[in-house]
Every structure is written in structure tokens, then in C-alpha cells.
């Protein structure tokens, strides 16, 4: 590979790590935060207790989160200093108030909170968590603003040769950014319920502290329910928004070489990508025009012409980004995400027909489905970043001429092959964590070490 190649592939494997812990983060926060304000309003100890056992697992997760997160921006110096310099005028400044405000919002109030435990007044304390959520949330914002702008460019003027910020209510009120903001915390929303319910599932099957599990199992089932339908509304205003924006990303999803009109949704569809021909397809006749315009008649261009117009509009070159990596993210973050709406509806009939009666293991499924949010999340992002191919900034600036000039393909593979050796290490740490405090269940940390250490 070149050193192209290997710079994309280093930022790619940095990032999907970080977005393990940045859903879950998002996720967590807000179901403490609504724990312990039922405890402020009840008075039941019980949620204080659920609270606390959520709590940790949230600040596990939560300090690995920030160590990923900041090689990420080191990249943009060393492997990207052309993109840097690029944009750094745009995409400078969201980050910079990202940093300011978001982090250190929410740094400053997780300290409060993890110390303020009996030291500051019931409902006092329980704003420092909502803070917490609240600063999670602003950071997302601030860090989808600067990536909007690379997906559709807005609220500049070129200045030689280079894009200068002159609107910036332009560049904040991106529509890109407010399709993939809500998707995105949403996303991060039912990472977090499907967590709570998956651990709180293995307990309840283990008979261990019911109450405390069927509770926390209520309100991350409630969360699930409305967030998973909140991404699959919000996720298909995206859809029709790519078609506008991006209609190279979705042909590519569909893998629809010609244009068609009605456009018909793919089923199953292997094609050849030198050749645009396809050895199998099957398709939904006018369900893409649906999806595109809610209506069953409409136009989407397909892959061959959209090849054409962009070489009449930028040059030669090649337009089409990987039809195979494209294709299948869209569909296995969909089926993810319809097969988290079934479960969801799932875990409402456990709880309401049910009564938490469970006769049969098959329920460990819900333990399992832990991973359905993190599967979604991965190639939903596969899918937005690889589906911009081959440009960095959409129309603008091609990802070819965005890396650093005087970086060898050696040393980017070296730092590959560490970062990915530290990474792995780092999520097995996490996980390693996450598994003893969740089986471990409600007790105190200094509990959990007596029992787990022989020497305490």
C-alpha cells in the first residue's frame, strides 16, 4: 500500500476504535443521569445503588474513550498536514470550541460527580451527571459540525486556493449536520439501553438482585424503544438527504450502475466493480424512489452517470468509492438496526406480558444483542467516511492530495501496526473491566476487590 492507503487506514482503524467508547459514553450518561433523578424524586435507595453500579461502568468506559480520542487529532499534523492546512481556517474553529467548552464542561463536571457523592445536596449532585450528558452531547455536536463540512461544504469563499470561513451560522446550521447529529446521540442512546439491558438480562436469568436488574432493565428498555425508532426515522431523512448531497454514496449502496427511474431497491445484488455488470440482482421495483422521495416514482442516478458528470465537472479521475464496502455497511447497519427495534419490542414483552418469568436460556439473546449497536455504529461510519471517496472535502479536496507531503510509507505503517497494538490492548483492558463490574453486580468497589483479590 502507499502511503495514501496507509494513512486512511491507520485514521480508519484509530477512529472505529474510538467510536467503540464514544456511543457508549453518550448512551450511559443519560441513563444515570435519569437513574439518580428518580432517586432525588423518590428518595429510594435502590436507584441511588443503580446509579452508582452504572456510574462505574459509564467512567470505564468513558476514560478509555478520551485516550482513543486524542491521537485522532495528532493525525491531521502528522499524516494529514495538506488536509490541515486546507481547511484549517473552517475546521479549526468548531474544534477549537469543541475543546473549550464541550470537554472541559464535561470533565469538570464528571469530577464533581464521581466525588460529590454525600458532600453535595441530592438534587445538586444530580446536575453535575445531567451536565455530564449535556457536555457529551455539545462535544458531539461540535466535532459533527467540523465533519459536515467535509461532506458538504458550506459558509466559505475560496481564497487562493483554499477555503476561508465567511458565514459561520452557515457552517453550524449545515443541514448535513442536523440529520447526523440526532442519528448520531440517538445512535448513542440505544448503544447505552441495549448495554443496560443486555447486562441487566444475565442477571435476571441468574436470579441475582431482581429488583435492581428488572428495574434498570425497565428504563433501558423504555430508552431503546424511543431512541431505536428515533434513528430509523431520522436515519431514512439521511438517506434521502445523500441522494441530494452525495448520490455517488448512495448508488454505491445500492449498487446501481445505471440510473433508473422509478429506482428500484436492491435485495441482493454481486457485481462486478471493473465491469458495473451484475451476476445477481434482485430488487424492490420503485422502493429506492420511495426511500429517496417518498413517493414510488423519482430518479436516482446510478453509479455510470454520475462517473460521467463528475468527469465533465472535475477532470478525469476515478469518482466511484468501493461499490462491495458500501453495499454491505448500509445493509448490515439496517438489518442492525430493525433487528435492535425487534428486540427492543422484545424486552417490552419480557417486562409487561412476562413479568420477568423466564423459563428459557434463549433469553441470553438480549445479552448478546450488546454487540448489534456497536455493529451498526462501525459500518454506519464505514459507510459515511468510505462512501465520500475519493474526496476528503466533498468536491473540493481529494483525499490523494490531503496527506502529508514528507511522511514515508514506512513510518506510517510502523505507527499503524503500534496504534493498532495499543488499541487492542486498550479494549481488552476495557472489556476486561466492563465484564468484572458487570457480573460483579450492585456492590461497592471495595467489595468487588475483597472478593476478586485473596490478598485484600
Same mark, same amino acid.
Given at each position: 500500500? =502507499?502511503?495514501?492507503?496507509?494513512?486512511?487506514?491507520?485514521?480508519?482503524?484509530?477512529?472505529?476504535?474510538?467510536?467503540?467508547?464514544?456511543?457508549?459514553?453518550?448512551?450511559?450518561?443519560?441513563?444515570?443521569?435519569?437513574?439518580?433523578?428518580?432517586?432525588?424524586?423518590?428518595?429510594?435507595?435502590?436507584?441511588?445503588?443503580?446509579? %452508582?453500579?452504572?456510574?462505574?461502568?459509564?467512567?470505564?468506559?468513558?476514560?478509555?474513550?478520551?485516550?482513543?480520542?486524542?491521537?485522532?487529532?495528532?493525525?491531521?499534523?502528522?499524516?494529514?498536514?495538506?488536509?490541515?492546512?486546507?481547511?484549517?481556517?473552517?475546521?479549526?474553529?468548531? #474544534?477549537?470550541?469543541?475543546?473549550?467548552?464541550?470537554?472541559?464542561?464535561?470533565?469538570?463536571?464528571?469530577?464533581?460527580?464521581?466525588?460529590?457523592?454525600? %458532600?453535595?445536596?441530592?438534587?445538586?449532585?444530580?446536575?453535575?451527571?445531567?451536565?455530564?450528558?449535556?457536555?457529551?452531547?455539545? !462535544?458531539?455536536?461540535? &466535532?459533527?459540525?467540523?465533519? /459536515?463540512?467535509?461532506?458538504?461544504?458550506?459558509?466559505?469563499?475560496?481564497?487562493?486556493?483554499?477555503?476561508?470561513?465567511?458565514?459561520?451560522?452557515?457552517?453550524?446550521?449545515?443541514?448535513?449536520?442536523?440529520?447526523?447529529?440526532?442519528?448520531? +446521540?440517538? !445512535?448513542?442512546?440505544?448503544?447505552?439501553?441495549?448495554? +443496560?439491558?443486555?447486562?441487566?438480562?444475565?442477571?435476571?436469568?441468574? %436470579?441475582?438482585?431482581?429488583?435492581?436488574?428488572?428495574?434498570?432493565?425497565?428504563?433501558?428498555?423504555?430508552?431503546?424503544?424511543?431512541?431505536?425508532?428515533? +434513528?430509523?426515522?431520522?436515519?431514512?431523512?439521511?438517506?434521502?438527504?445523500?441522494?441530494?448531497?452525495?448520490?455517488?454514496?448512495?448508488?454505491?449502496?445500492?449498487?446501481?450502475?445505471? /440510473?433508473? =427511474?422509478?429506482? /428500484?431497491?436492491?435485495?441482493?445484488?454481486?457485481?462486478?466493480?471493473?465491469?458495473?455488470?451484475?451476476?445477481?440482482?434482485?430488487?424492490?421495483?420503485?422502493?429506492?424512489?420511495?426511500? !429517496?422521495?417518498? %413517493?414510488?416514482?423519482?430518479?436516482?442516478?446510478?453509479?455510470?452517470?454520475?462517473?460521467?458528470?463528475?468527469?465533465?465537472?472535475?477532470?478525469?479521475?476515478?469518482?466511484?468509492?468501493?461499490?462491495?464496502?458500501?453495499?454491505?455497511?448500509?445493509? &448490515?447497519?439496517?438489518?442492525?438496526?430493525?433487528?435492535?427495534?425487534?428486540?427492543?419490542?422484545?424486552?417490552?414483552?419480557?417486562?409487561?406480558?412476562?413479568?420477568?418469568?423466564?423459563?428459557?436460556?434463549?433469553?441470553?439473546?438480549?445479552?448478546?444483542?450488546?454487540? #448489534?449497536?456497536?455493529?451498526? =455504529?462501525?459500518?454506519?461510519?464505514?459507510?459515511?467516511?468510505?462512501?465520500?471517496?475519493?474526496?476528503?472535502?466533498?468536491?473540493?479536496?481529494?483525499?490523494?492530495?490531503?496527506?502529508?507531503?514528507?511522511? !514515508?510509507?514506512?513510518?506510517?505503517?510502523?505507527? #499503524?501496526?503500534?496504534?493498532?497494538?495499543?488499541?487492542?490492548?486498550?479494549?481488552?483492558?476495557?472489556?476486561? #473491566?466492563?465484564?468484572?463490574?458487570?457480573?460483579?453486580?450492585?456492590?461497592?468497589?471495595?467489595?468487588?476487590?475483597?472478593? /476478586?483479590?485473596?490478598?485484600?
Amino acid at each position: 500500500m =502507499n502511503v495514501v492507503g496507509l494513512a486512511q487506514s491507520q485514521f480508519a482503524i484509530t477512529t472505529v476504535y474510538h467510536f467503540f467508547f464514544v456511543p457508549l459514553t453518550l448512551g450511559l450518561a443519560i441513563i444515570v443521569a435519569i437513574m439518580e433523578t428518580i432517586y432525588v424524586k423518590k428518595g429510594e435507595e435502590i436507584y441511588k445503588k443503580m446509579a %452508582k453500579f452504572w456510574g462505574k461502568l459509564f467512567l470505564i468506559n468513558f476514560a478509555v474513550g478520551v485516550v482513543t480520542g486524542l491521537v485522532m487529532e495528532f493525525q491531521f499534523g502528522m499524516n494529514w498536514s495538506e488536509y490541515s492546512r486546507f481547511v484549517g481556517d473552517i475546521f479549526g474553529a468548531p #474544534l477549537a470550541i469543541e475543546g473549550l467548552t464541550a470537554f472541559f464542561l464535561e470533565a469538570t463536571f464528571i469530577g464533581l460527580w464521581v466525588f460529590g457523592w454525600d %458532600k453535595l445536596p441530592k438534587a445538586l449532585h444530580a446536575a453535575t451527571i445531567w451536565i455530564t450528558a449535556f457536555g457529551a452531547t455539545l !462535544s458531539s455536536l461540535w &466535532i459533527l459540525i467540523a465533519n /459536515s463540512f467535509m461532506h458538504f461544504p458550506t459558509g466559505y469563499t475560496m481564497v487562493d486556493g483554499r477555503p476561508v470561513m465567511t458565514d459561520f451560522a452557515a457552517l453550524v446550521f449545515n443541514p448535513h449536520v442536523w440529520t447526523q447529529f440526532p442519528h448520531t +446521540v440517538l !445512535s448513542g442512546y440505544v448503544t447505552g439501553a441495549f448495554f +443496560v439491558m443486555g447486562i441487566s438480562i444475565y442477571h435476571i436469568i441468574k %436470579k441475582s438482585n431482581l429488583e435492581f436488574f428488572q428495574k434498570s432493565f425497565k428504563i433501558a428498555t423504555v430508552l431503546a424503544l424511543i431512541s431505536i425508532v428515533g +434513528v430509523i426515522l431520522v436515519g431514512h431523512q439521511q438517506a434521502q438527504l445523500m441522494v441530494k448531497q452525495q448520490p455517488m454514496k448512495m448508488a454505491a449502496a445500492e449498487a446501481l450502475w445505471d /440510473s433508473e =427511474n422509478p429506482a /428500484s431497491l436492491s435485495v441482493l445484488t454481486i457485481s462486478d466493480e471493473k465491469t458495473g455488470k451484475s451476476t445477481i440482482d434482485i430488487r424492490i421495483p420503485g422502493a429506492l424512489s420511495f426511500l !429517496s422521495y417518498n %413517493k414510488f416514482t423519482g430518479e436516482v442516478l446510478g453509479i455510470n452517470d454520475l462517473q460521467k458528470q463528475f468527469e465533465t465537472e472535475f477532470g478525469p479521475g476515478n469518482y466511484i468509492p468501493s461499490v462491495f464496502i458500501n453495499y454491505w455497511s448500509f445493509r &448490515i447497519m439496517i438489518g442492525a438496526g430493525f433487528l435492535m427495534a425487534f428486540l427492543a419490542v422484545l424486552g417490552l414483552f419480557l417486562w409487561v406480558r412476562l413479568k420477568f418469568k423466564i423459563t428459557s436460556k434463549w433469553w441470553y439473546l438480549l445479552t448478546a444483542a450488546i454487540l #448489534l449497536p456497536y455493529m451498526a =455504529n462501525t459500518t454506519g461510519w464505514l459507510l459515511t467516511e468510505i462512501g465520500r471517496q475519493p474526496w476528503v472535502v466533498y468536491g473540493l479536496l481529494k483525499t490523494s492530495q490531503a496527506v502529508s507531503p514528507n511522511v !514515508s510509507a514506512s513510518l506510517v505503517l510502523t505507527s #499503524l501496526a503500534v496504534f493498532t497494538i495499543l488499541y487492542g490492548i486498550l479494549i481488552v483492558v476495557d472489556v476486561y #473491566l466492563l465484564l468484572k463490574f458487570a457480573k460483579s453486580g450492585p456492590l461497592d468497589a471495595i467489595e468487588i476487590i475483597k472478593t /476478586s483479590s485473596p490478598e485484600a
